[in-house]
């Protein structure tokens, strides 16, 4: 059964070398739900989401999971809890489907805790869930890009975490591909009840999924919310630097942004 963890973010400010990305940034992520956080180019998302997983220390401020700083937690303790999926993760030459998806269970294992039935059922599960359980014995290199990206949902599962960290999920996908992700992750949010925080390009996919909102300007908190009162056409401008007309989607109900381009205005 899924515990419901708290993650949040206090005055966080965080950047590389001489420069600062995030700026004493405060956010709480529900627990339980699909969070998106939405943004310009370079505005600090994946910054963001890396400080969250502990890759990057903060300058000032903190990341709370559980009410505790996550920079004092154990990193094996973090792991059992807390799953990040990179943006562009890299697999080692060769490694067959299954073994890739084996390597989740890292946290869970010792040197006096060798593999276990646990263990071969959790990544029988989370090949499973991601429909790739006919690839077991394929190797990574060999798979197309939809395929691939569910491979690396399914190591995350099969860490068996609580919160579930995603940078550009669906990165380099055609449409229906990034769909079909996309659905695999609301499916395990509502099965499990995995809090998912995903970053997203695709602010129309971003509105369709998400349970709350973040939209980040400049390394800072703009907005946050459910998607129909975040996006709004003066949010769209402002953070975005584009004028557009939200309509509601026919087919979700939630927000959709009409871009307004200098060739396709009929006003």
Known sequence: MTVHRSLVTEALTVGYDDRVVVQELTLAIPA???????GANACGKSTLLRAMARLLPPRSGAVLLDGRSIAERPTREVAKILGLLPQTPVA???????????????????????????DEAAVAEALRMTDVLDLADRSVDELSGGQRQRVWIAMALAQGTDVLLLDEPTTFLDVAH?????????DLNRQKGTTIVMVLHDLNLAARYADELFAVKDGRLYLSGAPADVVTAPMVRDVFGMDARIVADDVSGTPLVLPIGRHHSRV
Do not use: C, K, M, N
């Not at 990034?178 to 609301?186: A, P």
């Open 178 to 186: 990034q769909i079909e992700v996309l659905d695999l992750l609301t």
């Open 32 to 38: 339980g739900r699909i969070s998106v956080i939405v």
């Open 92 to 118: 080692p030459d060769d490694i067959a489907v299954a073994d890739l998806v084996a390597r989740g269970r890292y946290p869970h294992r010792s040197f006096l805790r060798p593999w276990t039935q646990e």
